[in-house]
């Protein structure tokens, strides 16, 4: 009677029991990890939760514990295989000679070279070699990286009629409060050094001397900070984003989550912009220019009927003056549009030139971008327009302007910076000076737009009522330590390791007959098949056939070495 049995496989059974239950946590905790976003460092924010740990031995951790996973799974499915091939040995097909090897990579591949390929026995194959990558699935799965977050902020900017609005931030204790409020707010000593260097540039534009690298040795690029955003020119578009706010942690916002330590990476956004106009025209005939002179004071005013009255003075007391370029600024608005007509006065005692400046513009919907933290905010394009600026919009910046040219003297920085170029210095240039104020004070206007919105357009500052999101939005990429975070595609090998040990569990559940000893143990199978007195301690030997060293036979071996090692040598 052959020895067979139906027999429940115990070691096999828990064995792949206890690889399917280590698998099924594994795999539950790697889609638990991926999904909460676990951040090494700082604090825990809406969406990020906050870790301390020693990288290092947590990464040598993981890929330990993914290494005994890997070899309790390879364990695992040797034992099935061993069950697969005593069953297959009462079979009367029987089982090919190769199966009676036990499970491993080596066999696997002289399983291919002999083409010895059934269905269950290739799986295992497949299986086997998969638990090789169960550490480096573990380290992938459940190690610290540095890994790339995009963030997508969609209430990233606003049109300036919803400035208007209230707005709120959150205090890092949870606390909400009021951010300041931008229509109220003055910008103008920000504006004051912009516009010196919007005049300075231009001055030495116009004359052909403009040149980054200035033979002093002076660094005078275009590109510079304004507010808390660095503008790669001085055309800023009034683009108002809150660069700073954005580059570290600044506060916990609403409406979207980010960690509160990362690394900037790159921005990319659809934000509001308002792009503003200046047109100049030379209304000098339609103005009285008057001057008197008491001592060494020239005093000179410009004015027309039911018009504004514009004063100016030249004092040449004390050592002679220079350059004695003066511009004389007022706003006054058209009685029937409301819109706002900035006079100009520039004097050559005893005349001047008279200049009428009218605003005009549109808010577009922007395509910016921010390439690396040290980099300026690029525009790259209009993405859609949007409404025209109505007369309240234009008579704010005209007065802003108005207020910066009365800053310092007449003229302010405007003036100085055109003196200190040599440019028009001494208001004698009537031709071209009409363009180059235009251009001053258009950029000037748009900078006061893009630091009126710095104020609101800020990571952590939110409408109360958050309400549309005007069609902006913003999408920063940032580099944080995160607790897992690699391609979700790292799954495969635990779940695949898995669905081996779940399908073994169920297979050696099937009761069916096998024989009764390990068919893939060969000691276990030359006790059956050629001595019944072999076991693991038993001593072997091969002498044309292979036989059991007994004590009798060791010291008969002992004996013929003994006197082989003492007879005589050959002379």
């Known amino acids: 009677m052959p020895d067979t049995k139906n027999s429940f496989h115990g070691i096999a059974f828990f064995t792949n029991l206890f690889s399917t239950l280590c698998l099924t946590t594994l795999v539950a905790l790697a889609i638990f990890v991926n999904q909460s976003k676990y951040i090494v460092g700082g604090e825990s924010t809406h969406g990020y939760k906050s870790i301390d740990l020693d990288i290092g031995s947590w990464n040598i951790a993981c890929t330990v514990v993914g290494t005994a996973i890997g070899i309790l ?80 902020n969609p209430y990233s900017s606003y049109p300036l009629a919803s400035l208007n609005q209230s707005f709120l931030y959150n205090y890092r204790d949870g606390g909400v409060g009021g951010a300041v409020m931008a229509r109220r707010s003055s910008v103008t000593g920000q504006l004051s050094g912009f ?15 403009y040149n980054p690298f200035l033979e002093d040795g002076t ?6 900070p304004l507010g808390d ?48 106009n200046v047109s100049c025209q030379n209304v000098t005939s339609a103005y009285t220019v008057s001057t008197v002179s008491v001592e060494q004071i020239t005093l000179a005013w410009a004015a027309k009927p039911d018009g504004p009255n514009i004063s100016l003075f030249e004092d040449r007391k004390g050592p002679k003056i220079e350059y004695t370029l003066a511009i004389g600024s007022d706003v006054s608005l058209d009685p029937v549009t409301a819109e706002p007509i900035h006079t100009l006065v520039i004097p050559d005692f005893p005349s001047a030139l008279v200049l009428e400046c009218t605003y005009s513009g549109r808010e577009y919907l922007a395509n910016v971008s921010v390439a690396l933290p040290v980099s300026p905010l690029v525009i790259n394009g209009k993405l859609d327009e949007g409404l025209l600026l109505g007369p309240i919009a234009k008579q704010r910046v005209a007065n802003v302007t108005h207020g910066l040219l009365s800053v310092g003297g007449q003229g302010g920085n405007l003036a100085r910076g055109f003196i200190d170029t040599g440019y028009n210095k001494d208001g004698t240039n009537n031709t071209d000076m009409a363009s180059a104020l235009e251009i001053v004070m258009g950029q000037v206007a748009e900078a006061y737009y893009s630091v009126l919105r710095q104020q609101i357009e800020r990571s952590n500052i939110y409408r109360a009522s958050l309400g549309p999101s005007y069609d902006s939005e913003l999408r920063l990429y940032v580099t944080v330590l995160r ?13 695949l390791l898995f669905l081996g040990s779940l399908i073994g569990t169920c297979r050696i559940c099937a009761s069916r007959n096998a024989v009764g000893f ?10 059956r098949l050629h001595d019944d007195r072999i076991c693991e301690t038993t001593r072997l030997n091969y002498t044309g056939t292979l036989a059991v060293v007994t004590g009798r036979t060791q010291k008969i071996h002992q004996e013929a070495r003994h006197d082989l090692s003492s007879s005589p040598k050959d002379p």
């Open 73 to 152: 799974a390879a364990i695992a499915f040797s034992n099935l295989d061993d069950v697969l091939t005593r069953r297959e040995l009462v079979n009367d097909r029987g089982v090919a000679a190769i199966f009676l090897r036990p499970l491993t990579v080596k066999r696997g591949l002289e399983q291919v070279h002999a083409l010895q390929l059934p269905l269950e026995r290739t799986i295992l194959v497949i299986f086997t070699i998969a638990t090789a990558l169960m550490s480096a699935a573990m380290v992938a799965l459940f190690g610290v990286h540095s890994t790339t977050e995009e963030i997508v």
């Open 195 to 209: 516009l010196y260097k919007a005049a300075y540039i231009l001055g030495l534009k116009i004359l052909s001397n």
């Open 219 to 224: 660094y005078l690029p275009e590109q510079g």
């Open 229 to 276: 955003t660095l503008y790669n020119v001085l055309n800023t578009g009034g683009v108002g984003l809150n660069m700073s706010s954005y580059l570290q942690y600044s506060g916990s916002p609403r409406g979207f989550n980010i960690p509160a330590q990362y690394e900037f990476n790159e921005l990319r956004a659809a934000i509001y912009s308002t792009q503003v």
């Open 483 to 495: 607790l897992g975070g690699a391609q979700y595609g790292w799954l495969a090998v635990p779940g």
């Open 518 to 527: 390990e068919a893939q143990d060969v000691v276990k199978l030359l006790c």
